[in-house]
């Protein structure tokens, strides 16, 4: 057994050969525009005028939900939605911000080793890693590092509604880790995998190879080619002699059997046409009223004259005729009969307070402004109530996709609080499917090489042990920073979390650096300022104060 072969042993399913490639293939037309939507319940491109084929009376049927045209639709709202694109932003925003970070808390018990010798392992482990995924390098395009890796990843798991991620080895010496990742589309995946909500069963059209326990074994990449065809390129999901992890697909099933996933926008692609459709139509009509500012309302016996003719460079007085049906004109003796008469004004400035006046008006007539319509009585509530239905519908609550908080202070922590339990299942999902693995398959590069020491890594059980570890992301933002700070303090002196977590979850730093950085400049100081403020006290109750970190403390 190679050396690598030992590092992953684990039981594993018979898979393909890891270089196996199909014949090349000219990649077919696609059937419409990247800006069309298609009809989300089938795979014939059309219109989305109604979620259900015949409208409301043939709701009941078990829809067979298409994943590739769903994917295609939401990638349209994605480029053609406000709400669409904010609440995929704000979710990406949330969950990942600049990155997820390591933090390794091996299990000292079951290792056999000491709290402090697991401390210092981990500390190395963390510093390392972070070189790691701070580098370019990490990417096999060399376009992005990984922290900012895990931000498409998570903006694809949300609006494509899954992710696929390849994992190279190289034997490059410049790299800091042999490990590098690249980015599969979901649409190189070839294959339909239509999803029958009537009894969901994974099927073998969907560009996924599987084995007889239904777990994938190797997926079917098309790859474009210099000549402009695609190759179909099996790629397997573990290496048949190194088991090495070789390509990953993450998404969240919400059917069992389900074997591709759909967006997560997809219950709501008409909603969220419809809404744009609506406030575009608003624009327009605001657009076209603002073109005709004023009127003449003539008086009862005589046609109103036009008040601007043979001013300056005002252009030819024109005329609407009146038409019988058949587009014949209707004749008044031997002149036509004009309906409306009116004349362009290019060099009007009537934005301009005394800028133009009207003189030459008959008795009894009058200017009057045509009234504005646009947007409707109501257009802002309307729309902000959509808004608020589809964010809800996502589990982000309002205040969070527009960045807007006008409630009191208990109602927008609320709305933070119920939100950022929803970020806590979306940052597991991302851990336990793609960041998990990234540290498994990274660290058995450095044990390889030498620079990582872990003991019994070819044992499952001390493997896992090693592995523990958790993935801190940003904090909740803070709406009061003083009680926030006073919550983790009286946390700290019940023991219910620890110094080190605090720091953490503040600012991503470490807990153990601050203090001992803190130790150096307080030491520095003759005597903090803060040093006669009680801890948790005010100055009413200096025996509760510390004393002085400095010098003579």
Known sequence: MSFFAKLFARTRYPVLPEDVKGSAKQLPAPSAGVNTFFNPFGDTPGSTGSKWTGGLAASGMAPVLNPTIL???????????????????????????VGLKLNCIPDADILGISPDQADSWAIQVEAAFDLWAQSRLSSRAEQFNFYQLQRLISLSQQRDGEYFIRFYYSARQDLLNPLQLGVIDPSQIRGTGLVNTIAPVATDGDGIVRDAAGREAGYKVWVKQADGT????????????????????????????????????????????????FKQSEIKK??????????????????????????????????????????????????????????????????????MGVFNLNAGEEIKPFSNTAPVTGFHEFTESIAAQLSASLSIPLEAVLMRFNQN?????AALMLFWRVVQIWREELVSDFLNVVYENWLAGEI??????????????????????????????????????AADQLYAQLGAQTLDRIALNFNGSSGKSNRAKLKKEFAELPSPPWSAIPFGGGPSNPEKAPSSPGKGA
């Open 71 to 97: 994917r295609y639709n939401a990638r349209a709202a994605y480029h053609t939605s406000i709400e669409a694109r904010s609440i995929l932003e704000r979710h990406t925003d949330s969950v990942v911000d």
């Open 409 to 413: 202070y208990s109602a927008s922590r």
């Open 448 to 485: 390889a090489a030498g620079r990582v020491i872990a003991a019994g890594w070819e044992n499952p059980r001390r493997r896992a042990a090693w592995l523990k570890s958790q993935w801190v992301g940003a904090p909740m933002p803070n709406i009061d920073p003083t009680k926030t700070a």
């Open 286 to 355: 605001a657009i076209a009223q603002s073109s005709l500012f004023a009127f003449v309302k003539p008086s009862i016996d005589k046609p109103a004259l036009n008040p601007f003719e043979g001013i300056s460079h005002a252009g030819p007085v024109s005329s609407l005729t009146q038409t019988s049906d058949n587009g014949a004109q209707l004749i008044t003796g031997t002149a036509l009969e004009a309906a409306v008469s009116y004349t362009s004004l290019p060099e009007a400035t009537v934005n301009v307070p005394g800028s």
């Open 230 to 277: 695609y190759e179909d390129v099996y790629v397997p999901a573990y290496g048949a002699r190194s088991g090495r992890v070789m390509m990953i697909h993450g998404f969240q099933p919400e059917y069992a059997g389900q074997g591709r996933g759909y967006s997560r926008l997809s219950h709501a692609l008409q909603e969220l046409e419809n809404i744009t459709d």
